[in-house]
């Protein structure tokens, strides 16, 4: 039972720069194809052919993985094996202004169908005034007039020549016309001088006046109608009129889209609706006179022409042939489902079917839309009305405004457009879960899962890919190209990324942005081709850029501010490790861990979790050290054992079970009175069993224990246990390896605290014998004793009240 030194090829897996089938990245043939996703491109491959519905896409991974572009590129590459979609526009609903008309027209013909009728517009906008300013329509309309001033005259005038013949007179009144009687001279007869006749002549007169009064009153209520059928007659001679000046220009229209029955349709309702409205064609007169019909425009802030224009939605003029791929960033509602734009109108909100704008439904229907899942998520309403048009397979315009009555404006109720697309979402892992969890419709609408993977087992074949991968993402973004040595460096920094020797990173965007740093340098040095110095400058520049906290760190300790002893030994005190993480980096820090112990009544006092600085794994990790220590030691006496543990000067959270091994030798130093070296740095975790398991982030404890060490002078002793299981995961830095290489610092594994106990104490840790017992000079001989000595102590101070009491 001892700690295995590795050797130093085991510290960190090197490429051979010869193995590698380049001299540099310019010799690899374009390779497109994400490496070591296969399981992933299947599925989005299956989901993107899938047309059953709810068959969309979900794709889940670590962010900084390439995911977006992979999908993308995939998508476009299918897309253009596929057919365009078909265009839609909106156009003025004649009967019913508010719920504007979609019609749906085959790719590339809806900006046609605009400008067809925009024209057709203009020529109306000529052709029509100069119909109605031509002599031949003046000459008719001048005798609708005619006819009716002359009829109406007639009537007065026959009516007048007869009142006359009787003496009595047609008179106008402020109040309209009348009648009264005529005294012999011709003139109106005056009040007194009627009062002055005999009875008997005022009663004729009254009779007379009576009879007249009925005529008049017959004749003015026949003007009305009269003037009714005038204007019945002048409309039905504008219609006419109009209808010789519309129907060959609309004719002549209606050919170019003989294909399109919605296209004819929507040319007889727009000739239907000119006819109607042809006053607006004809200046203020002929205007008013509709108006004077009852007519009224009923959407005040669209201009008489503007009604008939058409308002192209979406169209494939323009692109590239294929099925749309669109990717929205801000999915807004608005910016999903479309909006309806307002202006101001006489002091309110007004629109019509102008202001219609397509969404990214829209957009992508026919093709792919793509969005990432965590902003969608983040957009009030945008989810609920993402899967209502899912649902529904319509694509309806929704806002805010509308959903919470916050105002109440003028909006429009336009036609829904059906909706064929594939969804796919990009987003992590745990949101994918989450939302699974508490979302029962995910499952509905998004049936096809794609994973993306983190890692690619590391292999000779797979270096090969992975050189070939190195090699596209350069020439993706015109970077010079790298030597076999370069790409090498690469490929071992991409197995430090993935934390683990046998595993090389697939988070594509640090391997991106890695080569742009060192395409960098190599440039800034002049050299054509990048080198495996320059890959390495970039690298220690990340670290140096955001360094400044892991040096400070570290001269607290060399100021001794921070405790920690690199040499000699003491009992119950160890050195334990620690990652500190901020943002995207990370780097290991020293912490002393000590213990103290004495009688008591079996409690393992963890002072983390006591001030609630530990999280709940820390606190796990302690309390399967006492589960140990209970099932190890004085196995026939109750454990009679206070104990506390501390992380010294910690000042912040402590989480994770990875000090849980520190911990215990620590625990058992103190029982057993054995000194620990302080020249060692300890890592793991362990069960109840006491065997150690792997954790994470050994490569940055371990350089952080070497860091601190080389500042104060390597010793040739210092060194760190780490998991026998962790040994596969070592990536070091180069001055690392070079110093275990020199014999100045170690780097050991350790299966059992057993093996950490005799490394650590110089001591064998001891086995039990087939009594059962440990040996008296062993670690665990001496924590044994300790603890039935303990026992011992309990019981007397438990025996001592009893025998008081008798």
Same mark, same amino acid.
């Not at 007169?205 to 009925?214: P, R």
């Not at 074949?461 to 015109?478: C, I, N, T």
């Not at 090389?504 to 740093?517: F, I, K, M």
């Not at 070592?730 to 170690?746: H, N, P, Q, T, Y």
């Given at each position: ?20 089938? =380049? ?31 709810? %068959?969309?896409? %979900? ?20 897309a ?32 046609? %169908? ?10 109306l ?15 008719r ?13 007639? !009537? ?36 007194e ?46 219609r ?12 002549e ?85 479309g ?12 629109t ?10 829209h ?12 902003? =969608? #998520? ?6 609920a ?17 509308d ?5 109440s ?61 190195? !090699? ?12 076999? @040595? ?27 942005d890695?080569? !742009? ?10 050299r ?20 400044? #906290? ?5 001269? !607290?300790?060399?100021?001794?501010? @921070? ?54 794994l ?7 050290l ?18 506390? #543990? ?6 912040g ?20 009175? @054995? ?12 069960n ?16 952080g224990?070497?860091? =601190?060490?080389? @500042?104060?002078? =390597? ?10 299981a ?40 001891g ?18 004793a300790r ?20």
């Amino acid at each position: 039972m001892t700690a295995t030194a590795l050797s130093v090829e085991q510290l960190a897996r090197r490429v051979d720069p010869a193995s590698l089938p =380049l001299r540099t990245t310019a010799d690899v043939a374009a390779h497109d194809e994400a490496i070591g996703q296969a399981r992933a491109l299947d599925a989005l491959r299956f989901g993107a052919r899938m047309q059953a519905p709810g %068959f969309n896409l %979900f794709v889940i991974g670590t962010p900084g993985a390439g995911i977006d572009r992979t999908v993308r590129a995939l998508l476009q590459e299918k897309a253009r094996g596929e057919a365009a979609p078909e265009d839609w526009v909106y156009v003025n609903n004649f009967a019913q202004a508010y719920k504007p008309r979609a019609l749906r027209l085959p790719s590339g013909r809806g900006p046609q %169908f605009r400008d067809a009728i925009a024209e057709l517009i203009r020529d109306l906008g000529a052709a029509l005034p100069a119909a109605f300013e031509a002599q031949d329509y003046q000459a008719r309309r001048r005798a609708i007039d005619e006819a009716f001033r002359r009829k109406q005259e007639q !009537a007065f005038s026959a009516l007048t020549k007869e009142a006359g013949e009787s003496n009595v007179a047609i008179v106008r009144t402020p109040f309209g016309f009348g009648v009264a009687p005529l005294a012999d001279g011709g003139e109106v007869l005056k009040p007194e001088a009627f009062n002055a006749l005999p009875e008997s002549e005022r009663d004729r007169l009254h009779a007379l006046l009576k009879q007249f009064e009925a005529r008049l009153q017959e004749i003015l209520q026949n003007v009305p109608r009269w003037d009714k059928e005038r204007r019945e007659e002048a409309r039905t001679l504008d219609r006419d009129t109009a209808r010789f000046a519309v129907s060959h220009s609309i004719d002549e229209t209606k050919t170019r889209f003989a294909d399109l029955p919605v296209a004819l349709e929507h040319l007889d309702a727009m000739r239907n609706d000119l006819l109607d409205n042809v006053g607006v064609f004809i200046g203020p007169a002929q205007a008013a006179a509709r108006e004077e019909g009852g007519e009224e425009q009923e959407w005040a802030t669209i201009g008489p022409l503007e009604r008939y224009e058409v308002n192209v939605l979406v169209t494939a003029e323009g692109s590239a042939g294929g099925a749309p791929v669109v990717e929205e960033l801000h999915p807004t509602l608005r910016n999903l489902v479309g909006r309806i734009e307002h202006v101001w109108h006489r002091g309110l909100l007004s629109t019509d079917f102008r202001r219609l704008k397509a969404g990214a439904l829209h957009r992508a229907n026919g093709g792919y839309l793509l969005l990432d899942a965590r902003s =969608l #998520l983040t957009e009030p309403f945008s989810w609920a009305a993402l899967k209502r048009a899912l649902k529904t397979r319509r694509i309806r315009f929704e806002s805010v405004d509308d959903i919470l009555s916050l105002t109440s404006t003028v909006s429009l109720e336009p036609d829904p457009i059906p909706l064929d697309l594939k969804v796919v979402l990009v987003g992590e892992r745990w949101l994918y879960w989450l939302l699974a969890a508490f979302d029962p419709e995910l499952a509905v609408h998004f049936k096809v899962l794609a994973d993306f993977e983190d890692a690619l087992d590391r292999a000779p074949a797979a270096e090969a890919g992975y050189a070939q991968m190195v !090699a596209a993402l350069a020439r993706d973004a015109s970077l010079q190209p790298l030597d076999a @040595a370069a790409v090498a460096r690469v490929i071992e920094h991409a197995a430090r990324l993935a934390e683990d020797a046998e595993k090389l990173t697939l988070h594509v965007e640090r391997v991106r942005d890695l080569l !742009a740093e060192a395409d960098f340098w190599a440039r800034d040095a002049g050299r054509p081709v990048t080198t495996r110095d320059d890959v390495q400058r970039a690298i220690d520049e990340q670290i140096r850029r955001a360094g400044r #906290l892991r040096e400070r760190v570290q001269e !607290a300790m060399l100021r001794e501010i @921070a405790l920690i002893a690199t040499s000699g030994s003491k009992v119950a005190q160890i050195n334990g490790l620690s990652v500190l993480t901020l943002g995207d980096t990370s780097f290991g820090r020293p912490t002393r861990i000590t213990a103290r112990v004495r009688p008591g009544a079996g409690k393992l006092v963890d002072i983390e979790r006591e001030v609630e600085l530990g999280g709940p794994l820390h606190s796990k990790g302690v309390l399967i050290l006492n589960g140990f220590l209970a099932g190890r030691y004085a196995l026939d006496a109750p454990m009679s054992l206070h104990a506390s #543990l501390v992380f010294e000067q910690s000042y912040g959270g402590v989480e994770g079970d990875s000090a849980s091994l520190a911990e215990a030798c620590a625990l058992l130093s103190a029982l057993a009175d @054995a000194p620990l070296r302080q020249d060692l740095a300890v890592t793991g975790s362990i069960n109840q069993h006491g065997e150690v398991q792997a954790i994470g982030g050994v490569n940055e404890k371990i350089e952080g224990f070497f860091d =601190l060490c080389t @500042a104060r002078g =390597l010793s040739g002793t210092q060194g760190v246990l780490i998991p026998a299981a962790n040994a596969q995961h070592l990536m070091l830095r180069a001055d690392v390896v070079e110093a275990c290489k020199a014999g100045r610092f170690s780097v050991s594994t350790v299966a059992s605290v057993d093996d950490a106990l005799a490394a650590l104490t110089g001591m064998p840790a001891g086995e039990r014998d087939a009594e059962g017992h440990f040996p008296a000079d062993s670690v665990n001989g001496r924590v044994e004793a300790r603890l039935l000595s303990y026992a011992q102590t309990r019981r007397q101070y438990g025996a001592a009240p009893a025998a008081e009491g008798k």
